[in-house]
């Protein structure tokens, strides 16, 4: 045999030791790329998991804001129609009172002066107390709504702070 002949198997033998050191390689980065892909996949779905119980909550922060403004409406609709009951009561009281004051004058002149004093007073009395009764109404339902508005802004806030 020459010296070119022996070489060849040499040649072939160190050929087929590259390839299957290549191929254990490609092996080792196929894996690789196999646990990253599934690593990224876990990632997407626990951040998808994490956006939805963000979501989830924001709702239920909301459905309970909601509510509890609601509530709130009721109470205070029920607290102005009791005002408005005592108010026509001591409408009824000044006017009795007016009333009486004014039979009581023995003079006609001054009867008629007390009378229309008395009616005057009664008359304003009663707008004054329908005034404080409707503000009083309004003040409460403001602050019901400033209470309202604050737990939303407390809900979107936890929201935003869990979906970053």
């Known amino acids: 045999m020459t010296g070119a002949s022996r070489i060849w198997p040499w040649l072939a033998l160190a050929f087929a030791l590259l390839l299957a050191v290549q191929t254990q390689r490609l092996a080792k980065v196929e894996t690789s790329h196999a646990k990253a ?36 409406m009721a109470r205070l609709e029920a607290g102005r129609a009791a005002d408005a009951v005592r108010i026509a009561g001591l409408q009824h009281d000044i006017r009795s009172t007016a009333t009486r004051n004014a039979q009581l004058a023995g003079d ?56 970053n």
């Open 108 to 163: 006609a002149a001054a009867c008629r002066g007390l009378a229309d004093q008395h009616q005057r007073l009664a008359a304003l009395a009663a707008e004054g107390s329908g005034l404080v009764g409707e503000l009083g109404g309004l003040v409460q339902k403001r602050d019901a709504q400033v209470s309202l508005l604050r737990g939303q802004v407390k809900a979107d806030r936890t929201l935003l702070e869990q979906l």
């Open 37 to 72: 892909a599934e690593s990224h996949a876990q990632q997407a779905q626990a951040a998808t998991e994490k956006k939805a119980h963000a979501v989830g909550n924001h709702g239920a922060a909301q459905q309970e804001n909601t509510h509890d403004y609601t509530q709130e």
